[in-house]
T-cell receptor
Framework: ETGVTQTPRHLVMGMTNKKSLKCEQH?????MYWYKQSAKKPLELMFV???????ENNSVPSRFSPECPNSSHLFLHLHTLQPEDSALYLC?????????????FGPGTRLTVL | KQEVTQIPAALSVPEGENLVLNCSFT??????LQWFRQDPGKGLTSLLL?????REQTSGRLNASLDKSSGRSTLYIAASQPGDSATYLC???????????FGAGTILRVKS
C-alpha cells in the first residue's frame, strides 16, 4: 500500500452519465495529480494541485472537471464522456510540487465508457 | 518537448536469466529519473529513483544506471523470477516544468 487510495476501482458509464472519481492520500502531502493511462500509450498528466490550488491543466477537455477541497482529497468529475476516454485513471501525491519530490501512486480507477 | 522511449516494448525470458531494460530521453535537462513497476490493472510502485548527479542506484536484485549526457538509463534485473513479471515504466523529472514524463513501458514476462 502506498498511502494513496482511489474509489471506485472499476467504473462503467454511458456517455450521458455523470460520475466522480475519488482519491485520498494519508501521507501528509501537499501536491496531488491526476494521470490518464490509455492502452499502449505513456501516462499523460491531466491536472496538478498544490495546496488545493490548480497549478496545471494539460489541455484536458472540459468534460473532465477536477476538484480539490483539501490537501488530502482530490476528485475528478466526469460528464458526457466519449468512448475514447476509457482508460485507467491514476491519482498520485507528493510532498511538494517540484519533481525532486517522489510521487506515490494510487491503484487507479479502470473507466469504461459505453 | 521531452520524449521518453523504452526498448524493448515486450520481453519474455526464462526464470533465472539476467536482463536489461532500456530507457532513452531526448532532453538532458532533468532533475532525476525514476523506474516504476506496474502490475496488470494496478497503480505504479516506485523501484528506484536516480538524481541527475548520480550514476546508479541499487535495490536488491535491481540496478539502475543513468548517463545524463547521452540521455540513457538502464534497469538491470539479476536472476529474474516469475514474480518479476510486470510492466516497467521509466519516467524523467523535467528540470524546467516540474513534470514527470513517462515512457510507454516494457512488458516483462518471466517464465518458470
Amino acid at each position: 500500500e502506498t498511502g494513496v487510495t482511489q474509489t471506485p476501482r472499476h467504473l462503467v458509464m454511458g456517455m450521458t452519465n455523470k460520475k466522480s472519481l475519488k482519491c485520498e492520500q494519508h501521507l501528509g502531502h501537499n501536491a496531488m495529480y491526476w494521470y490518464k493511462q490509455s492502452a499502449k500509450k505513456p501516462l499523460e498528466l491531466m491536472f496538478v494541485y498544490s495546496l488545493e490550488e490548480r497549478v496545471e491543466n494539460n489541455s484536458v477537455p472540459s468534460r473532465f472537471s477536477p476538484e480539490c477541497p483539501n490537501s488530502s482529497h482530490l476528485f475528478l468529475h466526469l460528464h458526457t464522456l466519449q468512448p475514447e476516454d476509457s482508460a485507467l485513471y491514476l491519482c498520485a501525491s507528493s510532498l511538494g510540487l517540484r519533481v525532486i519530490n517522489e510521487q506515490f501512486f494510487g491503484p487507479g480507477t479502470r473507466l469504461t465508457v459505453l | 518537448k521531452q520524449e521518453v522511449t523504452q526498448i524493448p516494448a515486450a520481453l519474455s525470458v526464462p526464470e533465472g536469466e539476467n536482463l536489461v531494460l532500456n530507457c532513452s530521453f531526448t532532453d538532458s535537462a532533468i532533475y532525476n529519473l525514476q523506474w516504476f513497476r506496474q502490475d496488470p490493472g494496478k497503480g505504479l510502485t516506485s523501484l528506484l529513483l536516480i538524481q541527475s548527479s548520480q550514476r546508479e542506484q541499487t535495490s536488491g536484485r535491481l540496478n539502475a544506471s543513468l548517463d545524463k549526457s547521452s540521455g540513457r538509463s538502464t534497469l538491470y534485473i539479476a536472476a529474474s523470477q516469475p514474480g518479476d513479471s510486470a510492466t516497467y515504466l521509466c519516467a524523467v523529472g523535467e528540470e524546467y516544468g516540474n513534470k514527470l514524463v513517462f515512457g510507454a513501458g516494457t512488458i516483462l514476462r518471466v517464465k518458470s
